[in-house]
């Protein structure tokens, strides 16, 4: 079991960067699957970017190239750099990881791209 808690989100104008941060209770040096998720307001949840224990990454098309995916297993935490942010990466966001067949999500962080 794991409890993780996303911290960083805010109020960014088109064009600024956020990091934001998923911090882990236990250590996350085997768990497999470590991803970001995002939801805005009437549309599904989505995978934003997701980093394997090898530190393999996948990026959903809409972020390639502005996104950035990372994990430090030492402070057990999940980053996510974001970078040349829109107005349509205004969601909320979530670190997600994948422990033997169960999913475990953290509460969410608000990002609002906006001038």
């Known amino acids: 079991q794991v409890q993780l808690v996303e911290s960083g989100g805010g109020l960014v104008q088109p064009g600024g960067s956020l990091r934001l941060s998923c911090s882990a209770s236990?250590?996350?040096?085997?768990?497999?699957?470590m991803g970001w998720y995002r939801q805005a307001p009437g549309k599904q949840r989505e995978l934003v970017a997701s980093i394997t224990r090898s530190g393999s990454t996948n990026y959903a098309d809409s972020v390639k190239g502005r996104f950035t995916i990372s994990r430090d297993n030492v402070k057990n935490t999940l980053y996510l750099q974001m970078n040349s942010l829109k107005p349509d990466d205004t969601a909320v966001y979530y670190c997600?990881?994948?422990?033997?067949?169960?999913?475990?999500w953290g509460q969410g962080t608000q990002v609002t791209v906006s001038s």
């Open positions: 236990r250590s996350i040096f085997n768990i497999y699957f």
């Open positions: 997600k990881c994948l422990i033997l067949t169960q999913d475990y």
